[in-house]
C-alpha cells in the first residue's frame, strides 16, 4: 500500500502532495478494480482562511465543464499525511460513482440524482480502508475492539462509533430548518447509516446500541427511514437511485415549504 512518506518528501511542496495525491488514486482504482477514471485537477485551500471544516472535497464537472476538481486542505494532507487516504478513497469514489451511474444524463442531472447513493457508498470505501481492506471485494470480520484509522490516531472501533453517535445527537438537538444545516445534517444522516451498515457487514458483534437513525428521521422526516432500507440493498440501478432521489426531493421541499 502506497504511504505519503513514500512519497512526500520533507518539504511538503504542493507538487510533492498532488504527486503523492495521484499515486493514491492508482491505489484506489486497484482497490476497485476499475481502470482508467478520469484526471483531476487538485486545487487546495486553507481550512483557516476558508472557515471550512473540510479537509478534502471533489468538484464534480457541471453542463459547462467536464472537468473534476479535488479542493486539498494543505495542512491537513502535511500533517495527517497517510492519515488522509480515507478521505481521499471517500472522495475518489464519488467520481467513480458519477463516472459509472447514469452516465447517459447530464452532469446537473447525475449530480442532484446521485447524491443520496453516493454519499452512501463512499462513507464505505473511507470505512474500508480505514480498517485495512486490502480491497473492496475482500471478505473480513472486525470487532468493536479492531483498530480504525482516525486523523489523529487509531482507536478502537467501538470508542469511534460511539463518539460518532455523541456528535450526531449534539448536531440534530442544535438543527435550525434551513437549507444549509438541511444538506449538513442529510449528509451526516447517510453517513450514519453507511456506517451502521458496515458495522452489519463486517463487526462480529452487536452494534445496534451504538446507532440511532431514528434521531435524524424525526428531525428530517420519516423518508430517513425509507432511504436506509434502500441504501442496505447496495443496488445502484437507475431504479433505485430515481427512488433515492425521490427521496431526497421530498425532504428538501419539506425544509423549503416550511421555512417560507
Known amino acids: 500500500m502506497i504511504k505519503f512518506s513514500d512519497t512526500v518528501s520533507c518539504e511538503n511542496t504542493e507538487k510533492d502532495i498532488i504527486n503523492a495525491v495521484r499515486k493514491i488514486y492508482i491505489q484506489y482504482q486497484e482497490f476497485m478494480n ?80 446521485l447524491i443520496l447513493y453516493t454519499e ?14 486490502k480491497n473492496n471485494d475482500e471478505s473480513k470480520l472486525l470487532t468493536l475492539q479492531s483498530k480504525i484509522m482516525k486523523y489523529e490516531n487509531d482507536i478502537r472501533i467501538y470508542k469511534y462509533l460511539k463518539d460518532d453517535l455523541d456528535s450526531y445527537i449534539k448536531t440534530t438537538a442544535k438543527y435550525k430548518l434551513n437549507m444549509k444545516d438541511f444538506e449538513i ?17 463486517y463487526i462480529k458483534e452487536d452494534c445496534s446500541h451504538l446507532f440511532n437513525v431514528q434521531m435524524f428521521a424525526e428531525v428530517l422526516g420519516e423518508e430517513v427511514l425509507q432511504a436506509e432500507e434502500i441504501l442496505n440493498s447496495e443496488k445502484n440501478d437507475v ?22
Do not use: W
Not at 471550512?52 to 486539498?72: G, H, M, Q
Open 34 to 113: 476499475v481502470k482508467d477514471l478520469p484526471e483531476f485537477k487538485v486545487e487546495f485551500f486553507n481550512v483557516l482562511e476558508e472557515k471550512s471544516p473540510l479537509c478534502a472535497s471533489v468538484r464534480l464537472p457541471s453542463d459547462t465543464t467536464d472537468e473534476y476538481v479535488l479542493n486539498i486542505s494543505v495542512d491537513y494532507i502535511k500533517l495527517m499525511q497517510e492519515r488522509s487516504v480515507p478521505i481521499l478513497y471517500h472522495e475518489f469514489t464519488h467520481i467513480l460513482d458519477h463516472e459509472t451511474i447514469l452516465n447517459d444524463q447530464d452532469h446537473s442531472v447525475r449530480r442532484r440524482r
Open 120 to 133: 452512501f457508498h463512499a462513507t464505505i470505501m473511507q470505512m474500508k480502508n480505514a480498517t485495512g481492506f
Open 185 to 201: 445534517l442529510r449528509n451526516y444522516a447517510i453517513y450514519h447509516i453507511a456506517k451502521k451498515h458496515f458495522a452489519k457487514c
Open 239 to 260: 431504479q433505485t437511485i430515481l427512488e433515492l432521489h425521490k427521496i431526497n426531493r421530498i425532504l428538501m421541499e419539506r425544509v423549503i415549504n416550511n421555512s417560507n
